[in-house]
């Protein structure tokens, strides 16, 4: 059973002292910072973009930088955020014209790969491609809100996309925005904004989220 990495969400963070709060939260045991990128475009919110990334590093930050691109089209972002320091970066099959050459790009510029499921969005795309792809995250809600009520019908999506995994037989990460119960699905990797950053006590939080975790898997 592969680690589990918890990623907080830096959109729930007081960007007024965006550094500090990444330093903290790394302090507190969090394992990767990871960006929500909203375009206006392929869904309906404006977010950050890589000067954001490139801030945090200047600023010191070591740890992964895991980078959800909800952008449409994504290719011409990607060498942006990859100068910018990113780790992963991942997208929607909808938002590329070639998905393959979408995983390419991001590879040739050094960076992690990863596709994006919406709730509603197939996981065939993922047979096709699985050489490519170190990291899958599935949205548990549609894309560009807070505050939405977790999908059920994600669940066995989860289990779906960890068989396919596991006869893939590479190391790539499962990584799914929502509560502990999908820990017991097959995630591996846990994105958490508001759970985390709205906390009073980051390291309290984040080893009591490690504590469901290991209960519910």
């Known amino acids: 059973m592969r680690e589990c990495w918890i990623a907080p969400s830096i959109l729930s963070a007081d960007f007024a002292r965006l550094g500090a709060e990444v330093d903290a939260v790394l302090g507190a045991g969090a394992d990767l910072v990871h960006f929500d990128v909203m375009d206006n475009h392929y869904v309906p919110n404006l977010t950050i973009g890589p000067l954001v990334c490139e801030a ?23 060498p942006d955020f990859a100068a910018a320091g ?3 970066i991942s997208f929607h099959p909808e938002a590329s014209e070639h998905v393959d050459r979408t995983l390419q790009l ?6 992690k790969s990863g596709l994006v499921f919406n709730p509603a969005t197939p996981l065939q795309w993922l047979e096709h491609v699985l050489d490519r792809v ?10 560009g809100f807070g505050g939405q009520h977790f999908i059920e019908a994600t669940l066995p999506k989860i289990k779906a996309a960890r068989a396919v995994i596991e006869r893939a037989g590479r190391p790539i990460r499962l990584e799914v925005d929502g509560g502990v119960k999908i820990a017991a699905a097959g995630a591996d990797t846990f994105v958490a904004g508001s759970a985390i950053f709205g906390a009073a006590d980051y390291a309290a939080t984040i080893a009591a ?6 209960a519910a898997r």
């Open 134 to 143: 170190d990291l899958v995250l599935l949205m548990s809600v549609n894309p």
């Open 86 to 88: 990113a780790t992963y």
């Open 209 to 214: 989220m490690r504590r469901e975790i290991a």
């Open 106 to 111: 991001i590879r040739e510029h050094g960076c």
């Open 56 to 78: 945090l590093r200047k600023h010191g930050v070591k740890a992964p930088i895991d980078v959800h691109l909800m952008v449409k089209p994504v290719d011409r972002i990607i």
